[in-house]
């Protein structure tokens, strides 16, 4: 019987399991008799991937069915620094899944958008998750965050997404925000038009922002980068989306 | 031709209008059902909306047959003269009155009935069609509804032309339009709690607590929902424009019969209230037949254009009748009046709940700032959407007041013209607005049943000109109450008068200001406690639903059904368990005014009660369509759209909204048109039984 590996993102973790990855992804968010529920993101890692770190031959010997035939829906490995010990190269699809427990594949592709014209809105999930702004495009900022960091602060590897902001990316003294979906809209603005004048290339708009997202306000896709690599897995338009999963569109609320 | 053979002519017209919905609604059974899975999810809204119909007749059956009783002895008690003296009894009068009574009440469950069984029939065929195209659905869901809209008009007119026929006299026909009008009462306010029960506690337990979209099949109160729809918006407002319809009529054969100086001349104005009807009655066959939607045309203006239509070749019939019968004109500038003043009444309500306009654009906005500004916005829309409607009824009273009169005809019997001739095209306003809860039903089949994305698109769009259709009647509905309560005020004073008691009700005598205060408070306490049963009930549904939910955790993963019929059951006994209070007051509160205070008192209770309840209804109708308008023009992406702050916030205000438009607000119409019957009715008995007054 087929066993997965998935690395959870919300919370961050390591999970070997028996359900293929629609199942993981409704029985993550809407729960089991333990009644948990909430969004969920996760990859899906090669079930080969070792790592001294992770003891994933114990994990797969206990993932085995119940006694009443039902499938074993999962075996924590790890909760702990699990991103930073993972092989990017192991990530398969990214997951993505609504409230309510429906789920959406995310490809990878190999053309990162750069986009360093413009302001940008980085929502941070693992291993932290402030929301910041940059005037710095994916690439660089993650060079800055983590390959070769400028500021103190810096994290061994990190998933981000990032989001709309509309007008405000290319003015954000005047350009209209009256129609996105963030609170405290004078700090965004405030802290948008601090990395367009001042020296910071990067400002923390919201300390601890939930890491839930709205799926709506993704502008292009998610990122996950260590010191090796970066890796992009984009979003569908949410036309295409709308066509071709119309249960996520309608559940994530597109 | 002679003015009886109008009332023939009346009851072929209602024969024809029935014999067309019949046709439609077989035409209707006809288009395909669709999928086993769509048929599936239909059945569920179908057993649901009969086991509450059921339920619901039950028990007005029994009601029915009570108040038939006491009507039957009450009205056989027979004081010859007003101050009192010997007491006879007529024991065939009272037995007429009873058996017209219970024929109204009879004639509406019937129309109610009738369209119901359609509605549940033409959803799942609507969502099939949308398969296919958008004109081919609208044409079933429209259809649907002018089986509603036909049958109603069909049943009320030979109602009243069989019962005028076989009586001779109309104030026979008001115990036929208080029959009507209890079953209304019962039928709106029951209904109107079991929509908001349900609605609530599908969207607060499952869009709000568990994040699951509208019409998903995993939400157990989701077939309650959809059963709301169809009880309160088919069988609820079916009931409540029939009540009105023939209520309008009633008041003004009883004034006609009055107003005539000859046995001749009574006869036609206690008939031209039956021809209007006949004139409407075509006017809408027309109409109906020429609304259309081709392949790529919003459905909206179709409904908005069959209305106009339809006024303006009723308009035409109009004068083509008073023309070639020398009628009075006077009949025909009031009757216009009334027909223009309830299209403008109802288009300037959809102004003040269209997301087109200033007023839902401007709480969507202000809902940035939370909750209670987005409530504080739409409740001061909701007081100024009042203006525009009660400026038309005063206008419409005045023109068809001074147009009768000016043509040497009675200026309340010109009232009483204009609120019959707004109600005339009821076949082709009913129509319009039954399509909505179709429609509604068909995209949550389509949800349900998980069929394609665009025929979710399709069934959207014809879902929004439905809430467009939905508004538009209200408006015109508390339009045609008013004019049609000022019309049965005035028969009420006929009534007493005819008992030889001069009613005189001024500010100056203190029964009459006691009186006025009554009423005045009645529409308020009847509103609260609508809408305490709303919640009251909301409450329990609530709590199943998160017990459902807690208990089967399969419920969300998809794989456990849920108890709908649970669900169902809750809101039909919650919603007819909590119609007793209301009910009484309605009829007991005007009885008790009247026997006690006089009958001057009962009439400033009236007045009281038809001042507060116009504005109490607008107020209410107009504020909830705002807020949920606001709501959703949020969620097409404006002000951070959904999940947002502002959605947040809108959500909270729509919740506020949604037992004020659809409980309490449109009850309102009924409540004051039951009580003004009740007064009519009973007037001969207060004018010589009553405590104080004289």
Redesign the interface.
């Known amino acids: 019987m087929a066993i997965y590996l998935y690395l959870s993102l919300l919370p961050e973790a390591l999970i070997a399991s028996m359900l293929s990855p629609e199942e993981f992804g409704a029985y993550y968010a809407v729960g089991s008799v333990k009644k948990s529920r909430g969004q969920a993101m996760f990859f899906e890692v090669d079930p080969d991937f070792r790592h001294p770190y992770f003891r994933v031959e114990d994990a797969y010997a206990r993932c085995v069915p119940h006694e009443d035939g039902s499938l074993k829906a999962s075996v924590y490995i790890s909760v702990y620094r699990v991103l930073e010990h993972m092989d990017f190269d192991a990530l398969r699809h990214l997951y993505l899944t609504t409230m309510d427990g429906r789920t959406l594949e995310l490809s990878p592709s190999n053309e990162i958008p750069n986009g360093n014209e413009q302001l940008h809105l980085y929502q941070e999930i693992v291993p932290v998750s402030p929301l910041v702004v940059s005037r710095l495009g994916p690439i660089a900022f993650v060079d800055t965050i983590v390959r070769n960091p400028v500021p103190l602060i810096s994290v061994p590897a990190l998933v981000f997404t990032e989001l709309q902001l509309g007008d405000l990316a290319d003015d954000p003294e005047m350009g209209l925000m009256e129609n996105l979906p963030y609170s405290n809209q004078d700090h965004l603005r405030q802290c948008l038009t601090d990395v367009k004048t001042k020296y910071a290339a990067t400002k923390m708009v919201d300390r601890v922002s939930t890491p839930n997202v709205q799926y709506r306000t993704i502008k292009n896709g998610f990122f996950v980068g260590n010191k090796k690599q970066l890796r992009y897995f984009p979003m569908p338009s949410p036309e295409e989306i709308r066509t071709t999963n119309y249960r996520w569109f309608r559940s994530a609320n597109m | 031709m002679n003015y009886i053979n109008w009332i023939y002519v009346a009851i072929a017209s209602g024969i024809i209008s029935i014999g067309v919905a019949l046709s439609l609604y077989f035409w209707v059974i006809k288009q395909d059902p669709g999928t086993e899975r769509a048929q599936e999810v239909a059945s569920w809204i179908k057993e649901g909306s009969n086991a509450y119909l059921v339920k619901l007749y039950r028990s007005l059956g029994i009601l029915a047959a009570l108040i038939g009783l006491v009507i039957a002895v009450v009205f056989s008690i027979q004081p010859e003269t007003a101050s009192g003296g010997a007491v006879t009894m007529h024991f065939g009068e009272g037995l007429t009155m009873a058996l017209a009574f219970i024929a109204g009440a009879f004639s509406s469950a019937v129309a109610g009935y009738l369209g119901m069984r359609v509605a549940v029939e033409a959803n799942v065929r609507t969502a099939t069609a949308a398969n296919f195209s958008l004109a081919k659905a609208f044409k079933v869901s429209f259809n649907g509804g002018a089986v509603l809209g036909l049958a109603m008009v069909g049943m009320a007119i030979i109602g009243m032309s069989a019962i005028l026929l076989w009586t001779g006299t109309p104030e026979a026909v008001l115990g036929f339009s208080f029959g009507a009008s209890i079953l209304a009462l019962l039928a709106k306010a029951g209904g109107g709690i079991y929509t908001k029960t349900a609605d609530i506690a599908a969207d607060l337990v499952g869009k709000i607590e ?4 509208e019409d ?1 099949p ?1 939400n157990p109160a989701v077939v309650a929902d959809n059963v709301g729809d169809n009880v309160g918006d088919v069988a609820g407002m079916g009931a409540d424009i029939f009540d009105s319809y023939v209520a309008s009529a009633v008041a003004v054969m009883v004034l006609g019969a009055s107003i005539g100086l000859t046995q001749a001349e009574q006869l036609k104005f206690t008939v031209i209230p039956l021809i209007l009807c006949v004139l409407g009655i075509f006017a809408s066959l027309l109409g109906i037949a020429l609304v259309r939607v081709k392949e790529g045309q919003k459905p909206g203006p179709a409904l908005n254009r069959g209305t106009i239509i339809t006024t303006i070749i009723f308009a035409i019939f109009l004068f083509i009748f008073v023309y070639f019968t020398n009628v009075n004109p006077g009949v025909f500038w009031a009757a216009l009046t009334g027909l223009i003043a309830g299209v403008i009444i109802g288009f300037t309500s959809d102004y003040f709940t269209n997301d087109n306009f200033k007023p839902v654009k401007e709480t969507a ?1 202000v809902s ?1 700032s939370g909750a209670a500004i987005n409530i504080i916005t739409g409740f001061s829309y909701g007081l100024m959407s009042i203006v525009p409607s009660v400026v038309g009824i005063a206008a419409t009273t005045l023109i068809s007041y001074y147009a009768a009169e000016a043509f040497g005809l009675s200026g309340v019997y010109g009232i009483g013209i204009s609120a019959v001739g707004m109600l005339s095209i009821s076949g082709m306003i009913v129509s319009a607005d039954a399509y909505g809860p179709i429609v509604d039903n068909a995209r949550g089949i389509a ?1 349900m049943s998980g069929m ?2 665009e025929v ?1 698109v399709r069934a959207d769009e014809l879902d929004s000109a439905g809430n467009t259709a939905k508004a538009i009647t209200k408006g015109f509905s508390i339009g045609a109450a008013a004019l049609t309560v000022i019309a049965l005020f005035a028969a009420y004073s006929e009534v007493v008068q005819d008992a030889g008691v001069l009613i005189s009700i001024s500010l100056k005598e203190p029964l009459v200001v006691a009186g006025v205060f009554l009423g005045a408070v009645t529409p308020p306490l009847f509103s609260a406690l609508l809408m305490l049963a709303v919640t009251h009930n909301a409450f329990d549904m609530i709590e199943e639903t998160r017990r459902q939910f ?1 208990e089967q ?1 399969g419920i ?3 794989t456990h059904k849920p108890d709908y019929g649970r669900l169902v059951s809750l809101a039909s006994e919650g919603a007819l368990s909590s119609l007793i209070l209301p009910a009484f007051l309605a009829v007991g509160l005007p009885l008790l005014v009247g026997f006690v205070l006089g009958p001057n008192a009962l009439g400033g209770f009236l007045g009281g009660a038809i001042f507060t309840g116009v504005i109490f209804a607008l107020l209410m109708s107009n504020a909830g369509g705002l807020w949920d308008n606001a709501k959703k023009y949020i969620e097409t ?9 502002a959605h947040k916030a809108a959500v909270v205000g729509d919740t506020v909204g949604d037992p004020f438009k659809d409980t309490a607000g449109p009850s309102i119409n009924t409540l004051i048109t039951v009580m003004s019957l009740v007064a009519s009715l009973f007037a001969p008995l207060i004018a010589v039984f009553h405590l104080f007054g004289f």
């Not at chain 2, 568990?210 to 979209?213: D, F, N, Q, R």
């Not at chain 2, 992406?637 to 702050?645: C, I, L, N, Q, V």
């Open positions: 568990v994040g699951i979209p998903d995993r906005r940035t949800e394609d994305h979710i807690r955790p969300l993963a998809g992406g404006k002000f951070g759209g959904p999940g947002s702050d």
